[in-house]
């Protein structure tokens, strides 16, 4: 009864008007923080965030708490103030129509992911890595056929965190970490506990960058119950991985972005590209692949505005390597299960219009003549 009357009181127009109101405001306020924090620190900031902090002290409802109100009040208002005739049917559905509309906001909030796969010439790829999220990846290279990953997300990343499973025989212990890292000399003597880099080298902590892709991440962790147990340093986009070997078998560690592993593969046959006459700038390239998922074997090309889709997943020809005579291509991932609610949500809310400006007419034309 209680959740009723609540439920009831968010139907309230007012509630649904201040609450636009104050996401215009995030809007304006987020978009202008782009320019000295970045695209990605502004939209965790304001956006996706449940709470901000104005002026750096008063909590306010940041834009996660903001849409949940909106998407609650429109809901409310459809089952509890909006009686279904034929008379009011075109309000109905325009608020059907913008009821998904938000709906599939919050799906690609939750459920969709980013990022980039980066396949050199002459191989296949069945992951994709995360443009922002990191994981700390701790490798089994014992078996002869395929390493086995132990994988822990951007959660454990925080200092006096424990990383801890059946399966590892050792234990790591985060003393320290930093979203975005200096890389110093020593200057000072290190006991018998420093291993490997960590022995040369410490992490000093500064300001996050406006891009996020120029941050690099490090860690300082502490590893006990293997055969050489201590403190290591890991970095990430480091050339060579931190090993430790424990109970006969070597393990890598390694800081790196999140990957997620696709349900097939991708071959890339061959990469071409094109440059503008007498210069070094590219002028159009594109990738002809393979697309192997059991007993399917696709060929197809991609390249710009004609993407694979395939299984939910898109890739888009973003950018490519060159180095050594050899090319890699770098293919933009995107999974996003709300893709298609912007236009059905679009085509509902016209129709939706158009069944209230119809029914409407009468009225509107006989006012006018009068």
Request: charged share 20%; aromatic share 12%.
């Amino acid at each position: 009864m209680k959740v009723n009357k609540f439920l009831k009181s968010l139907s309230d127009t007012r509630i649904f008007f201040w609450a636009t109101l104050w996401l215009i405001v995030l809007l304006f306020v987020g978009t202008i923080a782009q320019k000295d924090i970045g695209l990605y620190q502004a939209q965790e900031r304001y956006f996706s965030s449940f709470i901000i902090l104005l002026g750096g002290f008063l909590p306010m409802p940041g834009g996660a708490i903001t849409m949940g109100v909106i998407f609650v009040g429109l809901l409310s208002k459809l089952i509890y103030k909006t009686p279904l005739t034929i008379k009011n049917s075109g309000i109905a559905i325009t608020h059907l129509g913008s009821f998904l509309l938000l709906t599939g906001g919050l799906l690609t909030g939750l459920f969709s992911f980013e990022g980039n796969m980066v396949i050199p010439e002459g191989q296949s790829v069945n992951f994709f890595k995360d443009y922002h999220k990191l994981e700390v990846a701790i490798i089994d290279t014992s078996p002869k056929d395929e390493d086995i990953t132990y994988a822990f997300s951007q959660g454990y990343l925080k200092k006096g965190n424990s990383i801890s499973i059946d399966e590892i025989p050792f234990k790591i212990t985060i003393l320290d970490y930093c979203r975005n890292c200096n890389i110093l000399p020593i200057t000072k003597e290190v006991d018998e506990s420093f291993q490997g880099f960590a022995k040369r080298f410490e992490l000093s902590e500064k300001e996050l960058e406006i891009e996020d892709g120029d941050n690099r991440a490090g860690m300082l962790i502490q590893i006990d119950g293997s055969d050489n147990d201590g403190k290591y340093l890991n970095v990430e986009y480091m050339p060579v991985a931190q090993t430790i070997k424990a109970n006969n078998k070597i393990y890598k560690i390694e800081l790196r972005h999140k990957r997620y592993r696709l349900p097939f593969e991708i071959e890339l046959i061959d990469f071409d590209k094109q440059m503008y006459a007498a210069t070094s700038m590219a002028k159009s390239y594109k990738s002809v692949v393979r697309l192997k998922d059991g007993k399917l074997k696709q060929r197809t090309v991609i390249q710009m505005n004609e993407p694979l889709r395939y299984k939910g997943y898109t890739f888009y020809q973003s950018s490519f390597i060159e180095q050594d005579g050899s090319q890699t291509t770098i293919l933009a991932t995107v999974k996003n299960i709300g893709r298609m609610f912007p236009y059905i949500s679009s085509i509902i809310i016209c129709i939706g219009l158009l069944i209230h400006l119809l029914l409407n007419s009468k009225k509107l034309f006989t006012k006018r003549t009068e």
